[in-house]
């Protein structure tokens, strides 16, 4: 039996198709008013979309066509250069021709013979001739100037001040051929100097210089003309074109060719905008948009509202532009609000097909599913009774587990307990035991370096009195030579020199353990070059290394302040470089060593390396340890590495770690803070 909570279910799975029909004409009405009431929206979406698009295109255009310009412009230069090289190669390879076919003539017979070649040449569209002069300025041949022929213009200048002639032939006589620049009289206009380029290339067999130029002027113009044939070529889309109009307001190309060549400042639109001096003042403000009453529409012959892109090109004061009619615009419009409308109308329908398509469909569906629902809560009612009952029977059997476990775990925690107390007892026990051990072996490190030199002073002191002894003994009986004198003597010397030398070496040790330890003030940390600082330390060790035949290397990489303890640094690097002298160096040639220093992170660091014999294993891992030393019968006490190591990491609160060389020999790395701080010395 179902109870009620599950009839309620599997009604409302019945009726659920209804409730989803019902709903689905609800947002189906919803969506029809929305698009209805969003539709002018979208059609001004669209307005503006249009004439975004349209004016973006016009842009593009004529930023094409500006470009273009430009980029001619920026060209006109080397074109120039390009064809002036040309020629005068030209001119070159029929000046050689007939110095080389005209061997029997004479020398002035073959200068006449190339001059009459040269001279009425003409390229250039006309413009372009040669001109051909001694280097040392004496005029050979100048077709336009005929009357500075066999005139000396050495010393001619332009309105520059340039001495033209001259230039061109050091150019040519220097480089053998070349370029130049000059200010010159055009045939046409004696009166006034235009900027011409030039090229001379000079000519070996009678000592001369040919060349020719050409006025920048006369090609700009040229490429004008071009440019604005090309122009007037340009459309794009239906009825798109680029106009033209100087500074003056003359139109330089139009669509309409009657326009073109007049002066249309004055032009004026329905609404009182002089359309010619708002194009010029936009070109002169660089670049903008103009809307205006155009004068005619292409389509319909009458005026129309236009907007139009200008962007001006200021090295020739032109105003480049494009327009488009706003009409057209409004055509697009009513084509894309038709498209949308239709396309509204058809997606309504559709929404409605399917809508109740689904409905029924569903309305099936969930008929076929409430009675496999009512089948599997039959089913389901079922199994949770059995296991209803199983579950009690559980329950029953696990309480008693519960209990057992707790009990069980309770006597483990015991155990666990116990087993950590005596651990921790052992632990401290280890650890006693290991501060015994290391006190004894320094107790007895320090024993056993202090017995030999303390041993030698007792048995000094004992000589000296039983000499003394003696020689009273002698003075009493009034029996003393002078040779036991001496003897007496040489005897006292010899046990004071051995206890002066025990002290000593007693003294050092004293000062060595007191270097070893880490505890009080190691000086006023001060902020220092420590390139100088070492550099100062290589320079006075330079004797001691000299006697020990070895060289000492520093390698600087950057100049490095440093804020920490200078005499600290000193004396480690002090006790590495005795510490090469005194292990490394038997039977090496040419012993170096070599201090390098750098910078990482804020971190100062010092790489020393000798060439010397290297370290057993044995010596890499004992050389920080006390009394630890290779050579135990000389004056080596085994404190020297120790106290390094003590200095590096306490005082300068760094490290220094073991550095194998890749060839032989023994390296350490020393890194330490730049700026030393520590609890007791905070420097600012």
């Known amino acids: 039996m179902l109870n009620k909570d599950e009839i309620k279910i599997l009604r409302t799975v019945k009726l659920a198709p209804l409730f989803i029909l019902v709903l689905s004409l609800i947002a189906i009405v919803s969506i029809f008013q929305h698009n209805n009431s969003h539709f002018n929206l979208e059609v001004d979406r669209i307005r503006a979309d249009s004439i975004l698009e349209r004016t973006m295109l016009i842009k593009n255009e004529v930023l094409k066509v500006h470009d273009l310009i430009k980029s ?27 110095y080389r076919n005209n061997q029997d003539k004479s020398a002035q017979e073959i200068k006449l013979l190339i001059s009459d070649a040269l001279r009425d040449i003409r390229f250039s569209k006309g413009r372009g001739y040669f001109f051909i002069y001694q280097t040392d300025g004496l005029s050979v041949m100048h077709p336009i100037l005929p009357h500075l022929q066999n005139t000396q213009l050495w010393d001619f200048k332009d309105v520059n001040g340039s001495y033209v002639i001259r230039d061109l032939s050091t150019i040519a006589t220097s480089q053998g051929e070349g370029f130049l620049r000059w200010w010159w009289k055009k045939p046409a206009d004696t009166k006034t100097e235009y900027e011409k380029i030039g090229y001379s290339k000079y000519f070996a067999p009678f000592n001369w210089f040919i060349g020719t130029g050409d006025y ?86 009458l005026p129309a509202q236009k907007t139009s892109f200008i962007k001006g090109f200021k090295d020739w004061h032109w105003a480049i532009g494009s327009g488009a009619y706003l009409d057209d615009i409004e055509n697009v419009i ?6 949308l409308n239709k396309k509204n109308q058809q997606e309504l329908v559709q929404a409605l097909a399917i809508g109740a398509t689904i409905s029924l469909l569903l309305f099936f569906i969930s008929i076929a599913f409430a009675n496999n629902i009512k089948n599997r809560f039959q089913r389901y009612n079922a199994k949770v009774s059995e296991k209803t009952q199983q579950l009690n029977e559980l329950n029953l059997s696990l309480e008693d587990k519960v209990i057992d476990r707790t009990q069980a775990l309770a006597a483990s925690n015991k155990e666990l307990e116990l087993a950590l107390l005596n651990l921790k007892n052992t632990q401290e026990k280890l650890i006693a035991s290991e501060k015994m051990a290391s006190m004894v072996s320094l107790v007895t490190g320090v024993a056993h370096e202090l017995n030999t030199p303390l041993g ?133 040639d040419s012993p170096c060593i070599t201090i390098q220093v750098s910078t990482s992170n804020d971190q100062l660091i010092i790489d020393y390396f000798d060439n010397g014999l290297g370290l057993s294993y044995e010596a890499k891992d004992k050389m920080f340890d006390l009394f630890y030393t290779t050579k135990r019968n000389s004056n080596c006490t085994g404190l020297g590495m120790p106290i390094v190591y003590n200095q590096v990491t306490q005082k300068l609160q760094g490290s220094i770690k073991y550095t194998q060389p890749s060839q032989q020999g023994t390296g350490f790395t020393i890194t330490m803070p730049m700026l030393y701080k520590t609890e007791a010395y905070q420097l600012i």
């Open 334 to 339: 009513l084509a894309k609000k038709q498209a």
């Open 456 to 588: 030698i002073m007792v048995t000094s002191i004992s000589q000296i009195e039983n000499e003394i002894e003696k020689l009273f003994i002698k003075i009493k009986s009034q029996k003393i030579t002078r040779s036991e004198l001496l003897r007496c003597e040489q005897a006292c010397r010899l046990g004071v020199e051995l206890l002066n030398s025990s002290l000593n070496k007693s003294i050092r040790l004293i000062n060595n353990f007191k270097s070893l330890s880490t505890y009080g003030e190691p000086g006023q940390a001060k902020k220092f070059s420590a390139n100088k600082l070492i550099q100062t330390l290589s320079d006075s060790y330079q004797s001691v290394l000299k006697s020990h035949n070895t060289q000492l290397t520093l390698a600087f990489k950057d100049e490095v302040m440093v804020m920490s303890y200078k005499d600290v640094i000193i004396d480690v690097l002090t006790q590495l470089i005795e510490n090469s002298l005194t292990h490394a160096f038997n039977d090496t």
């Open 72 to 98: 001619e412009k920026a060209q006109s230069i080397k074109k120039i250069k390009t064809k002036l090289q040309e020629r005068v190669h030209e001119a070159h390879a029929i000046a050689s021709s007939i």
């Open 216 to 301: 920048v002027i006369d090609y700009e113009n040229e490429l004008k003309k071009e440019i604005l044939e090309r122009i007037s070529r340009v459309e794009y889309g239906n009825d798109g074109y680029i106009f033209v109009v100087n500074k003056a307001g003359v139109v330089l190309s139009h669509v309409v060719q009657e326009h073109v060549g007049k002066n249309r400042l004055d032009l004026i639109d329905g609404n009182g905008v002089f359309i010619t001096q708002e194009i010029i003042k936009a070109a002169h403000n660089g670049e903008g948009y103009l809307s205006y009453i155009g004068s005619t529409e292409k389509n319909t012959g």
